[in-house]
């Protein structure tokens, strides 16, 4: 199977508190990881390392079997690692189609002139929605007009838009009420298909039991214990 990222002895180190410490771990294609802990626990600060938000300060991180550093997020998503965070990042006054392409819309030149288009974003952007088996009524509807769980759904489908190779998820389904949340799950499952390696940060032991093949813990800034799903219980977790 292939390795998409290594994490070895990633360390982040502030000036009163050690955020993580040395954690260690494999993310292979098409794995599904949990990620668990505490407030403080250093989830997000192991996300924004290697998603290129914020620099560690001892480590390595190794991408498809080479060492890579990363600078801004865009060194990240360059390399096909997608993050989908929980307030969503989403422009509610723009249709769906300018969401998902966002600074990367598909365009066409007229004479010495780029121009967007609008019309090949729609088409793809709803080729897309349909790939995942996402229901909107189309892809120039407002983000806006739709509910929580469409609006996850189509963050889902702009971190998947571009050939994702691994899409970290932030407490994928926190602010959704309970009708929505199956439908979100089910959509991160069928993600399966497209080969893609997801991680998923949840206080939610529900969610990390229906879709994760392992689950890791974190505490005080190290990777306190690891499993696969199908080997523990909610109770070990």
């Known amino acids: 199977m292939l390795k998409v990222v290594e994490i070895n002895n990633l360390t982040v180190q502030y000036p009163d508190v050690k955020a993580l410490d040395d954690v260690s771990f494999v993310i292979n294609q098409g794995d599904f990881l949990g990620i668990i802990g505490p407030n403080g626990a250093g989830k997000s600060t192991l996300m924004k390392a290697f998603s290129g938000l914020g620099p560690a300060s001892k480590g390595e991180i190794w991408f498809q079997g080479k060492p890579v550093k990363f600078h801004s997020p865009r060194d990240a998503r360059n390399l096909g690692i997608e993050m989908v965070y929980q307030d969503l990042a989403l422009a509610g006054n723009l249709p769906i189609a300018q969401n998902i392409y966002l600074g990367r819309e598909p365009t066409k030149r007229f004479g010495f002139i780029n121009r967007i288009d609008h019309k090949r974003c729609l088409e793809m952007s709803q080729e897309h929605l349909d790939t995942l088996k996402i229901h909107v009524k189309n892809a120039g509807q407002k983000v806006e007009d739709l509910s929580g769980g469409q609006r996850q759904a ?5 971190a998947t838009a571009f050939d994702a190779n691994l899409v970290i998820m932030d407490e994928p389904t926190a602010a959704l009420a309970v ?22 940060i949840s206080h939610r032991m529900d969610d990390i039991f229906a879709v994760c093949d392992r689950v890791m813990a974190l505490f005080h800034g190290k990777n306190f214990a690891e499993a696969y799903i199908n080997e523990t219980s ?3 977790l």
Do not use: Y
């Open 154 to 158: 189509v963050a889902v489908a702009r």
């Open 234 to 236: 909610h109770d070990e």
């Open 179 to 200: 009708k929505e949340v199956s439908k979100v799950l089910e959509l991160i499952k069928r993600l399966k298909s497209l080969n893609v390696a997801v991680i998923i």
